[in-house]
């Protein structure tokens, strides 16, 4: 990635090293602030959806505002965070385009320039990196690539609207079927208001040639995003997504809560690859994004796969536990997790596995790494079920710390009710090895490439799992996240 | 008392009874009365990460008579042998809460230990009470038993004694007519560079309701090296909280092996404070669940000084219907550089039905550390079975071969020759319950 001309950008946080923190100038739809049935109302209008869509966000609205009155936000999770005026923020801004382009020459060339800056391959030329792209630009998907190739297969990739316009059935049958709308407080949000996001099927039989991807953005200030992904690979279909995020630097936090979910049928596979690089606040911990993200898959066929990989740099703070449910016998659910925080960034992150079928397999595999004043907390459920005969599970958590002032934390929840299942959890805490580190130093390396050179390959069990190019993004996104927090 | 009285009555009365009575506790007694009164049992769980996988309605429904007049009390030749005995023991017994003379066998004038009982002593160290399990903690368990305890021990422990002649706290509860609660209290205090071994068992030779609500408080001081060997044994419908809260201070080394043979909800919530640099800290246990059993053992332990050590290992045999609990906190305070933690909690299961819930948790605030957990759960190894029936043996006696050895790896760590013979025969009577 390179960084070209800056369009705008708020100087007095010039200082950061996020090199993402442009804000683009570009004409937005913002309904007013706050969250009530007018608004949800208005995004639905404004989305032209059908009447059962509304009804089910209304609901979702119904059942947030219970929660909230009721409990408020979940805390059982080990983070601090202001109390969020839930009333004090846009529930839609969208970039003002009289019609849905046709093709990139109609999209704004100012969001182009700005896609262009984050190195999103949008542009025909990119066609060359074998990958299609659908960018979400506060909350609303502006341009997909290469969907004639995708078309010809019978893969489905659009946005979330597109498909509720074009492919209702879909739509109807899969939306809300692994995260329902009252799956948790941040998702019953989400499933009230949320504006766009992507989605993506794969016929049966039918292994995607290409890599899908998403890009996220949130532009407009004091907004939050709401997105959707809905995911369903049919029997015996293969697709690997892919999912970047980004956002301005700003001197207030800003709330994205999304909501993904995966529906993977018989002898199909699914792999999801994010990289997560959300503002994460200065370095003193003002601004950044605040992250409450459900994401869940469910491998409901036989010998069906689901695997999450993420690289987690960004966001004030984390709260996310990609999951999956192993329905389908002989199902397998992989978790591999890399999360930094740095400054005063807090993450408290892991996965929920549930075995439900025969012969189920999961691995978790997650890295924490914590530096300056960060609070690393990987939290993660194994729950074999009486029926998950044969189950079994390999969990390792590995931590680091980097400084006296940060903290790492490691709290799985461990449940097997049959005995034939197998179940093994390891975990370890400690800094980075100062042998490692003098060895590296006496051999003329800095430092700092020292320890991102260390850091890389105790990721690499992570790394491997993603993507060539997401990899080496990721590796360089840790470095850039790193800056400052040794020497 | 009539039956018409709730459990909340049941419990003022016996607090005001004490009162009434008056002590050198009164002041601790009102204050943890107070307290009691206002977080009373941790019924609701919803969001409490300390009671979430143990519900303890049962427990808080029943009503329990609480205060008794001693009936018969069994000798001990009727009831030895279902106790952990030796011959060389010093033991303080009460059975059903009241001190048993006949059980007893302290007062030998042995060098090195001091046992007193807490209803009659007019020691000093009785101001520590309640110093180390604070009244104000977040359950009520440990405050009920400050408020309503009739009496318990107080152990010096100021010299050498050695393995084979322990210290004893035995609590027996024998059937009784109606359900009963009893509040055993226990404090000890190890002095500097004192060395001595501890036994204290909680056994129920029912098979109604009892409930035995425990605190037991210990203080290990500078240099001191503290065995502790905790055994709990009761009926399948009896109710056991034992509350153990420990402080270690500097170069001090404590180790607690824990045996739970059973309670329709027992819990051992445990903790220890690592409160000096360079202290140890030991902390093994076997529990072994049948029937419609739940046993929880909560075990935290702070590091709060540098330079110390702490080692966990324990090991679950379930089988029927029963469920077992494991959460294993460390949490690393940030003064707490070079800090050497670990934990480990394995699991047999033995039949469908039984579930164990495991939650190890590391809480790491310094960086020069070196901390690691690992959890385990299966059925024994079917490698080692077809490597025993090739050689000969019956699937049962290479079961047995095979579960014996992997508790002894528990019990082997109790220097005391003689209660090892005992835990050796809990563990074989339980082992016919195993179907293979």
Known sequence: ?487 | MTSTLTSTDRYQAAYQERIAVGDQFSALREKAYRRFESVGFPVARKGNERWKYTNIAPIARAEYQISITADSSPTIDEIRSQLPFGDTWQTIAFVDGIFSEGLSTVGDGRPGVSIERLSATDSPLTSELGSIAQVDEDDGFGALNTAVFADGAVILLNGEIDAESPVHVLFVTTERSQPTMTSPRVLVIAEKFSKAVLIESHIGLESGVQFSNAVTEVAVGEGASLSHYRILEKGHESFHIGTTRVRQEKDSSYTSVSFAFGARIGRDDLHVLLDGPGSECTLNGLYMTSASDHLDNHISLTHAKPHATSKQLYKGILTGKSKAVFSGQVLVEKDAQKTYAVQRDMNLLLSDGAEVDTKPSLLIYADDVQCFHGAAAGEVDEDAIFYMLSRGLDRETASRILITAYADEIINHVETESLRAHLRKSVDKLLPVFHF
């Open chain 1, 1 to 487: 990635m390179t960084t070209g001309p800056t369009i705008s950008r708020e100087t007095d946080l010039s200082d950061s090293t996020y090199k993402w923190g442009f804000v683009t100038d570009v004409e937005t739809d913002i309904a007013p602030k706050g969250v009530n049935e007018d608004i949800v109302r208005l995004i639905s209008s404004k989305k032209d959806e059908p009447e059962w869509l509304l009804e089910w966000r209304l609901k979702s609205l119904d059942h947030w505002v219970k929660m909230a009155e009721a409990q408020g936000e979940p805390e059982w999770a080990n983070l601090k965070f202001p109390q969020i005026d839930y009333q004090d923020m846009y529930y839609y801004a969208a970039p003002v385009a009289s019609e849905a382009p046709k093709s990139l020459d109609e999209v704004d060339p100012e969001m182009l320039e700005a896609f262009e800056k984050l190195g999103i391959p949008l542009h025909e030329r990119e066609k060359l990196a074998g990958v299609a792209v659908d960018a979400v630009f506060d909350s609303v998907s502006v341009a997909t690539t290469f969907q004639d190739k995708l078309e010809e297969l019978g893969v489905i990739f659009c946005s979330f609207n597109d498909a509720v316009r074009n492919h209702p059935d879909l739509i109807k049958k899969y939306l809300g079927s692994v995260v329902p709308y009252s799956d948790n407080f941040y998702a019953a949000l989400n499933s009230a208001v949320f504006s766009d996001g992507s989605f993506a099927y794969v016929p049966p039989g039918v292994r995607c040639p290409i890599e899908l991807m998403t890009y996220f953005r949130i532009n407009t200030e004091g907004t939050g995003q709401f997105e959707r992904t809905l995911i369903i690979a049919d029997k015996g279909a293969y697709v690997s997504y892919l999912e970047g995020c980004t956002a301005p630097i700003r001197k207030t936090s800003q709330l994205h809560a999304a909501v993904v979910e995966l529906v993977c049928l018989d002898d199909a596979e699914i792999k999801y690859s994010t990289l997560q690089n959300w503002y994460p606040g200065d370095k003193n911990g003002q601004g950044g994004v605040f992250n409450f993200v459900t994401k869940r898959g469910a491998a409901r066929g036989v010998n069906s796969k689901i695997s999450w990989t993420q690289v987690e740099t960004g966001s004030a703070i984390t709260w996310k536990y990609p999951s999956v449910l192993l329905q389908g016998d002989n199902s397998v659910g992989e978790f591999y997790s890399v999360a930094l925080t740095n400054n005063y960034q807090q993450a408290d992150t892991g996965t929920k596995m549930t075995h439900i079928g025969k012969n189920t397999k999961s691995t978790i595999v997650a890295k924490g790494i914590s530096a300056g004043h960060g609070q690393n907390t990987y939290r993660g459920q194994v729950k074999i079920m009486p029926s998950a005969e044969g189950a079994s599970n390999y969990t390792q958590c590995d931590s680091l710390l980097i400084g006296d002032e940060c903290g790492a934390h490691t709290i799985p929840y461990i449940e097997v009710g049959n005995p034939t299942a197998h179940m093994e959890h390891e975990a370890s805490t400690s800094k980075v090895s100062d042998d490692q580190l003098f060895y590296c130093l006496q051999r003329g390396l800095s430092e700092e490439d020292a320890h991102h050179m260390i850091i890389t390959g105790w990721s690499r069990e992570v790394f491997k799992e993603l993507p060539f190019e997401f990899a080496m993004e990721a590796s360089q996104l840790l470095k850039v996240s790193l800056e400052g927090a040794v020497g």
